[in-house]
């Protein structure tokens, strides 16, 4: 519907467990962002790349593990989580215009995360 | 710090009415304004923005309003309708980097 897709939309893991979020856009842009939307909380930014480059990495732990192949695709893996960590993992994408960052971001219908 | 908030995690308005809904920003800097629409199940959707050169601006049944003065930003819906119940996020975009406020919940009522 609005262009980005993510798979799956639910996902219950072990904490020993390994698994990826994957998120597609169709939309042409060159920026892509990972979210995470817990309870009662503002939109977390996780990551960000743009042109395939990882440009911003705001202090998430190290479970979390990124990869964008290329613009269209982005990944998220994940190992070793925390009951703390079950949230709604959202990806979004936009096309960002030089160094002003962000405009208008469009958001797949996330990953609703479970960690037991 | 950085923060964009909202003054109310809920707000009831019964169907036919018009709804505002609050937020207020803490950063000077920031020169563009988003409001987004999240509906059970989905992720955020656009609904309008505007620019900090402007302190009106007007979609389809849906307003926003700027206050640079006051860091005040708020969105009005015309004529609210149950596909309007939905959590409303706004968000800031300081320079680098967009940030988002945490929500209202709106409810309609019949």
């Known amino acids: 519907e609005t262009g980005v897709t993510q798979t799956p939309r639910h996902l219950v893991m072990g904490m020993t467990n390994k698994k990826s979020l994957k998120c597609e856009q169709h939309?042409?842009?060159?920026?892509m962002y990972w979210y995470k939307q817990s309870a009662k909380k503002p939109l977390e930014l996780m990551f960000v790349y743009n042109f395939k480059e990882q440009t911003e990495n705001n202090s998430v732990p190290s479970r979390f593990s990124p990869e964008c192949p290329n613009s269209s695709h982005l990944f998220l893996h994940l190992h070793t989580l925390q009951p703390e960590d079950s949230a709604l993992y959202l990806c979004?994408?936009?096309?960002?215009?030089?160094?002003?960052?962000?405009?208008?971001?469009?958001f797949g219908p996330g990953t609703r995360l479970t960690v037991t | 710090g950085e923060s964009v908030g909202l003054h109310l995690p809920t707000l009831s308005v019964q169907e036919g009415d018009n709804s505002i809904i609050n937020c207020a920003y803490s950063?000077?800097?920031?020169?563009?304004f988003i409001w987004y629409k999240q509906e059970s199940g989905k992720g955020p959707q656009f609904i309008i923005d505007?620019?900090?050169?402007?302190d009106k601006r007007q979609g389809q049944r849906v307003t926003v309003l700027l206050n640079k003065t006051v860091k005040h930003l708020s969105l009005q819906i015309a004529a609210t309708q149950p596909g309007d119940s939905a959590v409303y996020f706004c968000?800031?975009?300081?320079?680098?980097?967009?940030?988002f406020g945490k929500g209202t919940r709106l409810h309609i009522l019949p």
């Open positions: 939309l042409g842009h060159n920026a």
């Open positions: 950063n000077s800097a920031s020169d563009y």
């Open positions: 979004a994408s936009s096309q960002d215009i030089g160094d002003r960052g962000a405009y208008e971001q469009y």
């Open positions: 505007i620019r900090s050169n402007m």
């Open positions: 968000a800031e975009n300081p320079g680098d980097k967009i940030i």
